[in-house]
């Protein structure tokens, strides 16, 4: 083993005792600082790759060097053309995995650190390997990059390949990568802070120019300026307070030079006041961006790889078709979204190819145009995970990604957008702002919430639950209520998680296509479900929860 030891100085190679835990230092190679150093046995030769960060005039990220040996234990020397690149750090340079052959020829992965340290790997074909001679030329990686762009999983950076043929002659390789810039929580803590100060001064400016801030410095007072003492602070000093209240009085003057050039009642003092309300608003909210930003996508993700990616489902028809391009197009490109499922409940299916998608698009055409449908058992998901989204929908996918750590937080609860609390004697459905004046929910809509495939439709399609099913088909309505009931009446313990979205958009209000459009008749034909239900199912549970109970405030 050959790890990274640049900050001791040297290059050191390790024996395995007992392989992968004991390790015994075999031997120093080199007593230089080689970062991103590898080891290839090419043409009856060793070769070591790599960069001397402190050779003079070395470019960072832009120099490399080449050592052989006869013997991978040395003695190492020096290429005749070293440093063979000192150049652009853009053009792959700086090592990027191990060189591997493939077909006869040696094969080198270098990065490209133009806007970024390991921005992205250059693939190179080495031409001439010789104790005097290097030539290599750029050859295509052969990976094709994803349109999610930033929101790949290796949208900001990936810098490391490393390729090896099998015995089987197969080749596989592991590539890392990076949605998340490094020290990102510390970056976006700084400029949090910083336009926290501005939003400040700016406050402090705008109270000037209505008259309403002086600076008042009343020492003599608060702090007992009375005969000079060595054993007092020095801001208690009459010299020190004094020369304060020089320049206290100085800004008292300068604010009031300040309105007087500038006249607020006219229409220029009004469009700058507008001006800074504004900034400040802007401020605000750049600065609750920065402190509470972040979405959870770049997280490790709990039980191999199957809650690494969600499977989407969307419910629609052909009188909704602009709806769902447009709706495809946007949540294709969220980082964690796998595929996306069409439920065409109605009409002449659309071609999936169609689509603007970064990500699969499966049409599944139904027989019967049944809400049901929507939680159907289906063998071709491959996700655990499963976000509902109706069609007329659209959030940001942060708020997407928001919503999908949490439900890995929970895998076993509906975790979704739309809160509302069932309580009351007879049982009323009510919207989202009853449940925010009784500061409690005990429901979530599925038009938008994440559950786990495998129990939840299992649980739908059940034989306990066909008398419920059978009342959504006769109202057309009142299936996400109906999931609810069966998921908090077989379990004693919580089942609803919400999170807040940073905004939603809900194009149905601008469609005669959807069934909630007349709000009064919907609302009273989903109080006629609840009564339904709760007769067939028993009530829902009594105990609600409260907003505000995450710790990262996704719940306010």
């Known amino acids: 083993m050959m790890p990274e030891s640049s900050q001791k100085g040297d290059l050191r190679l390790y024996r395995a005792l007992n392989f992968p835990l004991e390790w015994r230092l075999e031997k120093v190679l080199l007593k230089k600082p080689l970062v991103d150093t590898t080891l290839i046995h090419y043409n009856e030769n060793y070769w070591l790759f790599g960069s001397d960060v402190s050779r003079f005039g070395a470019i960072k990220n832009g120099e490399l060097e080449i050592w052989y040996a006869n013997s991978p234990l040395g003695p190492w020397k020096q290429h005749k053309g070293n440093p063979v690149h000192n150049f652009d750090k853009s053009l792959g340079a700086r090592n990027a995995g191990r060189p591997f052959v493939y077909d006869g020829h040696l094969y080198r992965m270098g990065q490209d650190c133009g806007d970024t340290y390991g921005h992205r790997i250059r693939a190179f074909k080495l031409e001439v390997l010789t104790k005097e001679k290097y030539r290599e030329v750029e050859v295509p990686l052969g990976i094709v990059e994803s349109r999610k762009g930033r929101n790949a999983w290796n949208g900001n950076r990936y810098h490391h390949l490393d390729a090896q043929q099998l015995p089987s002659g197969d080749w596989i390789a592991v590539m890392d990568g990076d949605r998340v ?135 629609t028809y052909e009188a909704r078709l602009w709806n769902l391009k447009m709706y495809i197009k946007h949540y294709s490109r969220c980082a964690s979204v796998r595929e996306i499922v069409v439920i065409w409940n109605k009409g002449q299916p659309p071609n999936p190819n169609d689509f603007d998608s970064t990500v699969p698009v499966r049409i599944r055409v139904e027989k019967k145009n049944s809400l049901n449908n929507r939680f159907k058992a289906d063998p071709l998901i491959k996700t655990r995970a499963v976000l509902e989204l109706d069609d007329d929908i659209m959030m940001t996918c942060n708020d997407v990604e928001r919503g999908f750590k949490a439900w890995r937080e929970h895998p076993d609860r509906l975790v979704g957008f739309y809160p509302r609390l069932i309580d009351g004697s007879p049982l009323k459905y009510r919207d989202e702002k009853y449940a925010r004046t009784r500061k409690g929910y005990n429901m979530i809509l599925t038009g938008a919430a994440f559950m786990d495939s495998q129990s939840a439709f299992q649980k739908y399609f059940s034989d306990e639950a066909k008398e419920g099913r059978d009342i959504v088909d006769k109202y057309f309505n009142c299936e996400d209520i109906l999931m609810n009931f069966l998921l908090a009446n077989e379990s004693s313990s919580r089942t609803v998680e919400y999170v807040h979205p940073a905004w939603a958009i809900d194009t149905s209000k601008l469609s005669s296509a959807a069934i909630s459009r007349n709000t009064q008749v919907h609302y009273r034909t989903r109080t006629h479900c609840l009564l339904k239900f709760s007769e067939i199912y028993g009530h829902l549970p009594l105990q609600k929860w409260e907003f505000d109970n995450r710790k990262d405030s996704w719940d306010l």
């Open 181 to 315: 810039p490094s020290g990102d929580s510390t970056r976006r803590f700084l400029l949090g802070s910083l336009t926290l100060l501005f939003l400040g001064i700016l406050i402090i400016l705008v109270g000037v120019l209505l008259g309403v801030v002086r600076c008042v410095f009343p020492l003599s007072r608060c702090l007992g300026a009375g005969k000079r003492s060595d054993t007092l602070p020095f801001w208690t000093h009459p010299q020190f307070t004094s020369k304060l209240h020089k320049v206290f009085a100085r800004l008292n003057r300068s604010s009031s030079a300040l309105r007087g050039r500038i006249r607020l009642n006219t229409c220029g003092g009004t469009l700058l006041l507008c001006f800074l309300f504004f900034l400040g608003a802007a401020s605000i909210c750049f600065t609750v961006r920065c402190f509470f930003g972040g979405n959870g996508a770049e997280e490790a993700y709990p039980v191999e790889g199957q809650y690494s990616q969600f499977t989407m489902l969307t419910m």
